[in-house]
């Protein structure tokens, strides 16, 4: 129960920090943190206007998506507390849970027949395909090495004691960020806040929606951040208790905004060619992990 | 007992007999009864197997052969239950798909009295036990079915992939038969049990191999998948279904059968198939990703699935050979779903597609679209099926998938360094597997329903017939089933698979695991509940807003027509792109010329080819028949020159037998 309080709380701040970020580092004074979290509630407001062209899917499809980041974040667990749900195996159906989600936002956008929307929902497919790999090398890693099967168990038992594990963590954290920027849209892989929709990827895909539908997307958007900030939070907490844990939680979320609003305004986004490459090497230092557990392990005398 | 046996075939022969006599329009309806009536019995012989109660029969055939044991364990029970509900359901659906086209009777008698064979000999190979009678029933199967796929004979590419798969099925009953002749040349017996004594006294993995290669043809694994893509879309929909849905997995219970007669080397083995089964995976669901041609999709995307049964039978085996219960249930229990699981989904996704091919006329997914607006359930069948075939919460798919996953991480505790190096590798390959599925079945389903239509069709579409319809409804019925109570089944595996290997009649380690799979369900039923509750609080909110419809956001662009629409080709580009080494596509297209400032009308035409069929298959064909030149002489259509070869035979025989040189 606990990390679900503490994601929503740090959803709530984590995009206007991104946000905020920016506009520092481009010399502006930029929106109050509230902002997006305004802006969703005013969306809730509004009315809509849909596609003559959509059906029943386009409708559908921000509901489930919603529904999929919700019980995505259900699954995880904070430091010794666990998820609402923890299961063996319960990483798999946070995968999967998400990829419905995914599934649901992609038909959505090829429903309203719109060719920029289209493409963007091509490339959404594309790229979360690349990027589960990488998910699951190193959490199948991560289960070698603290020898459990569910989330918590696996956190709760990695020790970081010598050097090589603070190197593990810090490539897994280095995985799990770039996962999350994939899989929110985010810099290098994606602008949001390109001006052109043939360069967009999941801002594309959202063009037609309006209304308490769009209010849904963003604030799964949102959530989606804080869970996988959550992840990596994971990654140093173990065991240590709750009056340690519950401010260094916020704190690393804060660390990770700032960082993520950093790479936005000093990066450029990748080539759209170069995009996959960027991902499948992801996968590549996932099993740059997998091969530090078996050193760990010592499974290769 | 044995009476019923003997109905079921009399009742067969009966009615291929009456279907002569019945007038065109009730050809259908009869081959449903007596469908419904094999099955009926069929699934009664099956029923007591499944809480673990062996049916042992044997059946007099003749002094060459002597008695024939025919044995229903769990296992046979558990694929002759879902034969009987996919071909009922296949023979259901054949009703309303063949009423739209007007037919000869000559030729629905022919169609309906091979679907009423198939059905039983289907049955059949998984209630013999001897090898000689197996075979025969085999190829009963193989051969009704290829009859059944040339069903529209007056095309010349259905006549071809129906020669192709002919000649492919004969190339697996030669392996098939190798293998029981080796067991007979051994043990001097071809029933099922010498096949236990030859793998106790002798080296398990080539005869292994040797059964694997035959049924491996029939289910698909790569590199012997060639027949699939091609069979599939030439058959007519409810063929394709049943095909795909069962005939391909009786490659599974064979492979399934020879396992429970292994007696060693199960780790080599089971690394083999899994490997092989991850490539397979991968392979078959990468080219259906790339098809425009729905049909062959689903027939590639066959492929996958089996790739993943696979995953779950290597796990099986390395569960044994390592003395895991654990894996052993994971594997093969994950595996059996699977089994069930896909010949549900895959069945109703090809009626689903049969009948947008009824409409429209065209397995082209690229002149479709929109079809969501004038054939509704059918899109929503769809749906379904694209849902759960991915793999997908919180349908069947991820049922089955989720204990295969689990199956591969308990492996990735093992102590073994390569097959840690294995599994890790497998998880990753499968965790790529659901990515690309999730790939190709956004694009069919948005491609073809989804948009606006992309052609003009000769006629409009409409939402088909019930009687096309209400087979499906069950299809998704029994997903669900599957989908939110599938400890009830796993339950079921579990008996069969505590018959398969006495080793593991402990089933107490393995309680944790079906209380997981248990929990499953619950979670995905809480999923659907989140759904809904955010569904209801929308609708709540939406009744007080302003609901407007208007064109497409066009980005400034005021006259958009539905050939802008991205296209299925355009949605797998960049995946094609990236494996162009494995996807290879073929262009033929005439360039422009330097100086020609007015372009005339040209042509531009791409098709992906199947790799292994391109650089393994068609060169060796091509060998084969180079030198099979030389022999053509044989074969010269003179027929004195035959008459002279039975001459020379007969002599032959003859003066053998008087010099005692053959008795």
Known sequence: M????????????????????????????????????????????????????????????????????????????????????????????????????KFFSIIAAMDTGSSFEGMGASREALYSMFAEPAFFILMGSLALLSGHTSFQEIFAALHIGSQISYALAALATFVLLMIAMIESSRMPI?????????????????????GFDLGLIFTAGYLKFAIYGALIVNLFIGVIPYQYAIPSFFAIQFVMAVAIGLIESFMARFRMSHNPQFIVALTSVSLLIFFGVLLILQKFM | MMEMVNVSWIVTLLAIFVLFFVPSGFKAYTAAFVILVNSLITSWLAFPALSG????????????????????????????????FTSLTGVFYGIGYLKAYTNPAPKLTLHWSLFI????????????????????????????????????????????????????????????????????????????????????????????LVFFVGFGLKAGFIPLHSWLPHAHPAAPSHISGVMSGVIVKLGIYGIFRIITFLNSDYIILGEIILSLSVLTGIYGILNASVHRDFKRMLAYCTIENIGIIGIGIGIGLIGIGNGSPVMYYLGFGGALLHVLNHSLFKSLLFYSAGSVYQQCHTRDMEQLGGLIKSMPKTAAIFLVGAVAIGGLPPFNGFVSEFIIYIGLIEGIHSNNLSQILLFVLSLAGLSVIGGLSVLTFTKTFGVIFLGQPRTALHHKPREVSKLMLVPQYIIIVLMLSVAFIPHFYMQIIGNALMQMSPLFADMNTIVEYANMIQGISLYSLLLIGIAATVWILRSIVMKQRIQRTAATWGCGYV????????TGKSFSKPLGKILNFLLIERKHFEELNPGEIFPEKRSYVSHYHDFFERNLIDPLISRLNYSANYFSFIQNGRVQSYVIYGIVFILAMFILTVFNIVS
Request: charged share 10%; with cysteine.
């Open chain 1, 2 to 101: 606990l990390s679900v309080l503490l994601i929503v709380i740090a959803s709530i701040f984590f995009t206007g920090i991104i946000i905020r970020t920016k506009s520092l580092a481009s010399g502006r004074k930029g929106p109050g943190i509230m902002q997006p979290v305004l802006d969703v509630i005013r969306l809730f407001r509004k009315g809509v206007v849909y596609s003559e062209t959509t059906s029943f899917v386009f409708q559908i499809a921000p509901t489930i998506y919603f529904a999929s980041v919700i019980m995505a974040m259900l699954v995880v667990p904070f430091g010794q507390s666990r998820g609402v749900l923890s299961f063996n195996g319960d990483f798999i159906f946070f995968a999967y849970v998400l990829a419905l989600g």
């Open chain 1, 190 to 210: 994606d602008d949001p806040k390109t001006h052109l929709e043939l360069t967009m990827i999941h801002e594309v895909m959202i063009l037609d929606n309006s």
């Open chain 2, 53 to 84: 109660q062996v049916v042992e029969l044997s059946i007099f055939a003749g002094t060459f052969m002597g008695d024939i044991a025919i044995r229903i364990d769990g296992l046979a029970a558990w694929f002759i239950l879902i034969i009987n």
């Open chain 2, 117 to 208: 064979l198939f059905h039983l000999s289907m049955v059949w190979v998984c209630m013999l036990q001897n090898g000689f009678a197996f075979l025969l029933a085999w190829e009963l199967m193989s051969l009704t079915s290829m009859l059944l796929v040339i069903f529209d004979h007056n095309k010349a590419q259905t006549l071809k992939a129906g020669i192709n798969y002919l000649v492919q099925m004969h190339i697996s009953v030669v392996f098939l038969t190798i293998g029981f002749i080796w067991v007979y040349s051994s043990t001097g017996s071809f029933s099922f049990e010498a096949i236990r004594s030859f793998f106790q006294s002798n080296n398990n993995i080539w005869l292994f």
């Open chain 2, 559 to 566: 006259a958009p027509n539905s050939h802008q629409q991205y």
